[in-house]
């Protein structure tokens, strides 16, 4: 069997060194490039290439481009790339979002190819049906895919109180600000601190959250969303507070949770009375979640997530896989 050729936009960031990381031990794969302006000419970790320019990248000659680049940048690319044929798998915010309005709203520019927002959102435990043979892949971000596996079952159900809040405490490891320099990530600011930011709605996230709710259960409330910046390198924990319609019990969740995850692969649903920790996580490509209920009308979710991997570049393959009808799970466990 040929092997499928793949290139990597933005190797060098942390998502894209853990993209390489999985496509070198990936059966099906032959890593043809790695794209870094910063680090030209320098050798790609495990592999026998060496980084190239994004402008040099020989994409034609590749099956699927996976794209670890910002945005604005990143739709430019899946436009040119796309055109040519190739399968691309998006892990920016160019492509998560329904409308170019909703992109402007959120991103604050006008989005550069709004013909590409038809791209189905890949997040494969609810959306597996519409990514198998897809071209075109909106990878989901870290605190989208760990706070929607953590609400599924009870978007699914209808389970939730019609127009109640829905409240999410988050907290990522400090990979999730890319690895370019910042002052507020530097390790003296980091260390022994846990900082938020973006509270409340502020966070550009929560219309990618909220986009994916509604299309579940258009009846949910608003998303009140904070995250955190922790004091580790990866790692994302999305403690989630709900309120149950009538009719749905907090006591009847771990049922429910352990029937709709049963059968995935990459979702674990903890026993009762256990809680989902990083260590559950860190440097796999699975999402942990346990339930907490409060009494009977209110529920606490904890879901976390490696938000390098099951939150970007893992999840990026379990895409790449269903799009080659490839088994789900090949080269992450």
Excluded at 67 to 73: C, R
Excluded at 108 to 115: A, G, I, R, S, T
Excluded at 192 to 200: D, E, H, I, M, Q
Excluded at 239 to 248: A, M, T
């Amino acid at each position: 069997m040929d092997k499928i050729r793949v290139g990597v936009y933005g190797a060098s960031g942390y998502a894209g060194m853990d993209l390489i990381d999985i496509l070198r031990g990936h059966p099906a794969v032959e890593l043809v490039f790695g794209t870094s302006n910063t680090y030209t000419g320098q050798s790609i970790a495990g592999t026998d290439l060496s980084y190239i320019p994004h402008e040099a990248a020989p994409y034609a000659d590749t099956d699927a481009v996976f794209l670890a680049m910002p945005h604005g940048v990143s739709a430019q690319l899946a436009a040119k790339v796309a055109a040519a044929g190739v399968k691309v798998i998006d892990l920016s915010a160019d492509l998560r979002l329904d409308t170019a309005e909703a992109y402007q709203r959120w991103y604050k520019h006008e989005h550069p190819h709004p013909e590409l927002l038809s791209a189905p959102y890949g997040l494969p435990e609810i959306n597996r049906a519409a990514l198998r043979g897809a071209n075109i892949v909106a990878a989901p971000g870290c605190y989208p895919t760990t706070t929607l596996l953590g609400l599924y079952p009870l978007l699914a159900a209808r389970a939730l109180a019609p127009g109640r809040p829905v409240i999410v405490d988050a907290k990522s490891g400090v990979s999730g600000a890319g690895r370019e320099p910042k002052p507020n990530t530097h390790f003296v600011e980091v260390f022994g601190n846990l900082s938020p930011y973006n509270p409340g709605r502020a966070h550009r996230h929560v219309g990618e959250i909220e986009q994916e709710m509604a299309k579940l259960d258009p009846r949910v409330g608003m998303l009140i969303f904070t995250p955190h910046l922790l004091p580790v390198d990866r790692g994302l924990m999305a403690s989630i507070y709900v309120e149950l319609d009538e009719g749905h019990n907090a006591a009847d969740a771990q049922d429910l949770y352990a029937e709709c995850y049963e059968n995935e692969p990459l979702v674990n649903v903890l026993p009762a009375g256990q809680q989902a920790t990083l260590r559950h996580v860190v440097r796999n490509n699975t999402c942990a979640i346990s339930l907490t209920p409060v009494d009977d009308r209110f529920l606490h979710i904890t879901s976390v997530t490696d938000n390098l991997r099951k939150g970007a570049s893992g999840q990026a393959v379990q895409c790449f896989n269903l799009m080659f009808d490839l088994p789900e799970t090949t080269g992450l466990l």
